[in-house]
């Protein structure tokens, strides 16, 4: 069974940028489609988005918030997903989770393995 651990979260100013990885454990990480979410203060989690399993589609949630902005890859030699950031902002502050679907269908999941978040703090 795979496992998540998230790194590359700290405290960044508005219009940084910051890339975010998700490493995972085992040998099946290609069979895994792979998504993230966030989760800010006081909010539900949301989606942001996913990628296949080969890394050659990905979708992003068509909330303006992240559009334009984000961008997932995923490494499969390096067992590695990817959440690149640009041009952050105050609302980008939240607590981002990678999620892996072994039976997910790309999109939307399910999601059944979860990090255990890293957390991304955007000051103004």
């Known amino acids: 069974q795979v496992q998540l651990v998230e790194s590359g979260g700290g405290l960044v100013q508005a219009g940084d940028s910051l890339r975010l990885s998700c490493a995972a454990s085992g040998r099946t990480f290609s069979s895994y489609v792979m998504g993230w979410f966030r989760q800010a203060p006081g909010k539900e989690r949301e989606f942001v988005g996913a990628?296949?399993?080969?890394?050659?589609?990905?979708?992003?949630t068509d909330s303006d918030s992240v559009k334009g902005r984000f961008t997932i890859s995923r490494d499969n030699a390096k067992n590695t997903v990817y959440l690149q950031m640009n041009s952050l902002n105050p609302e980008d502050t939240a607590v981002y989770y990678c999620?892996?679907?072994?039976?997910?269908?790309?999109?939307?999941?399910?999601?059944?393995?979860w990090g255990q978040g890293t957390q991304v703090t955007v000051s103004s």
């Open positions: 990628i296949s399993r080969s890394g050659g589609s990905t979708y992003y």
């Open positions: 999620a892996a679907g072994r039976f997910a269908i790309f999109p939307h999941g399910p999601y059944d393995l």
